[in-house]
């Protein structure tokens, strides 16, 4: 299986950073990679796929890069309801696996 | 709007058969690819498998020996399977629809249920 790590596994913010969460691919994947937000106790919502693509109503705040094996989802201005934990998922190879997820709370 | 909404037993004994339907409203099952994933108390996401209207399959292969995943597209659901569960299958399991584009986000996702494996 492809594995997917993210890097940090936690982080704590504040309100109006700048942040950027990491993933490292342990083969290429060219681009093939979603970025996904889950709040606790709620299902995870799309914000970018095909690594750079805003899903649409998603704030312009956030933003993906990336090809190959290192991808990056960056949030310009860190707001409240952004304090969440934020998978990433390629889909080049079967299984479609996800990275353990980052943590992203409250300084 | 598109939404997806999971029903199914809570509760499903070790050894037994999981089995759950994910019930689609605002869009026709047949079109898009329709997944399965799951999430263990406070762990990540597990990918489960897909279906596509054609009634073809994807499977995780740690699971596909266990694993299966049809359609009615009559009722406008897809459900899931899975066989001989145990402790480890204790999971909220998420019903989602997904891209047939090569990036395969999936775009909208039921609320979730949760399975607990218990006697």
């Not at chain 1, 693509?53 to 890069?65: D, E």
């Not at chain 1, 990056?72 to 889909?91: G, H, K, N, V």
């Not at chain 2, 399965?36 to 740690?62: A, D, V």
């Amino acid at each position: 299986d492809i594995q997917m790590t993210q890097s940090p596994s936690s982080l704590s913010a504040s309100v109006g950073d700048r942040l950027t969460i990491t993933c490292r691919a342990s083969q290429s994947i060219n681009t093939y990679l979603n970025w996904y937000q889950q709040k606790p106790g709620k299902a995870p919502k799309l914000l970018i796929y095909a690594a750079s693509t805003l899903q649409s109503g998603v704030p312009s705040r956030f933003s993906g890069s990336g090809s190959g094996t290192d991808f990056t989802l960056t949030i310009s201005s860190l707001q409240p309801e952004d304090f969440a934990t934020y998978y990433c998922q390629q889909t080049y190879f079967t299984p479609r696996t996800f990275g353990q997820g980052t943590k992203v709370e409250i300084k | 709007q598109v939404q997806l909404q999971e029903s199914g037993p809570g509760l499903v004994k070790p050894s037994e058969t999981l089995s759950l339907t994910c019930t689609v409203s605002g869009v026709s099952i047949s079109t898009y690819y329709w997944s399965w994933t799951r999430q263990p108390p406070g762990k990540g996401l597990e990918w489960i498998g897909y279906i596509f209207y054609s009634g073809s399959t994807t499977y995780n292969p740690s699971l596909k020996s266990r694993v299966t995943i049809s359609m009615d597209t009559s009722k406008n659901h897809f459900s899931l399977r899975l066989s001989s569960v145990t402790a480890a299958d204790t999971a909220v399991y998420y019903c989602a629809r997904t891209s047939s584009g090569w990036s395969g986000e999936m775009d909208v996702w039921g609320q979730g249920t949760t399975v607990t494996v218990s006697s």
